[in-house]
């Protein structure tokens, strides 16, 4: 099963729009993770955010951290076309595997 | 500084043939892991190896396999390939294992998209 799950699983907005995508987990986490997908391409890391740290900031990516809730959400801020992808959370399990959750497809209309 | 090398990109195999598949890691990362990306399953974790030992296994059958060398770079191999393995395949590195308090994301490659006909 899986550690983190997104949702939604699909988002539309126009350009300019804010993005915010959420991710449920089930166990206690050292970090989370937000990894970023182009078109069936590599994953690149986003942000991780340490189970410590309520909120952290990179450019217009904005990620907090609610450990009372297993939650994390990542918002975007004013969206671009080049936005455009599958936004994954990811977390370690118990037995310390790295497991993404299913993701969310950003769709950023010009 | 270079990426995560992964090769080949594209590989189309018959089923029963085997493959394998190369991962070059960050200089001076001694972490791989490999993950399997299809789209009814999502990333799926294949195996984490750190100083040439495996340290993960995900839940995949033994024809899945794998070793990391001395220079870090890993491989990982298929056996008796099936129609169901035609998947994107993806090599991360980190500096250390993910899992260790302190530690950094994972930086990954392109990825191998294997076909198998």
């Known amino acids: 099963s899986q550690q983190g799950e997104e949702d939604p699983q699909a988002l539309s907005i126009q350009e300019g729009e804010n993005a915010t995508m959420n991710c449920s987990y089930k166990t206690s986490i050292n970090n989370l993770q937000w990894y970023r997908q182009n078109s069936g391409r590599g994953l690149v890391h986003l942000i991780l955010?340490?189970?410590?740290?309520r909120e952290k900031h990179s450019g217009r990516l904005r990620v907090t951290l609610d450990t009372s809730k297993k939650s994390s959400s990542l918002l975007i801020t004013a969206s671009r076309a080049a936005d455009t992808a599958s936004y994954f959370c990811?977390?370690?399990?118990?037995?310390?595997?790295?497991?993404f959750g299913q993701g969310t497809e950003l769709s950023v209309k010009p | 500084k270079a990426g995560v090398t992964q090769t080949p990109r594209y590989l189309i195999k018959t089923r029963g043939q085997q493959v394998t598949l190369s991962c070059s890691p960050i200089s001076g990362h001694r972490s791989v892991s490999w993950y399997q990306q299809t789209p009814g399953q999502g990333l799926q974790f294949l195996f984490e190896?750190?100083?040439?030992?495996?340290?993960n296994k995900g839940n995949f059958p033994g024809r899945f396999s794998g070793r990391q060398f001395s220079n870090s770079r890993s491989e990982m191999n298929v056996s008796t390939l099936e129609l169901g393995d035609s998947a994107l395949y993806l090599c991360?590195?980190?500096?250390?294992?993910?899992?260790?308090?302190?530690?950094?994301?994972?930086?990954f490659g392109s990825g191998t998209r294997l076909t198998v006909v």
């Open positions: 190896y750190f100083s040439e030992t495996q340290r």
């Open positions: 990811a977390t370690y399990n118990q037995g310390g595997k790295l497991i």
């Open positions: 955010i340490r189970s410590n740290e």
């Open positions: 991360a590195s980190s500096l250390t294992p993910g899992s260790l308090p302190g530690s950094d994301g994972y930086t």
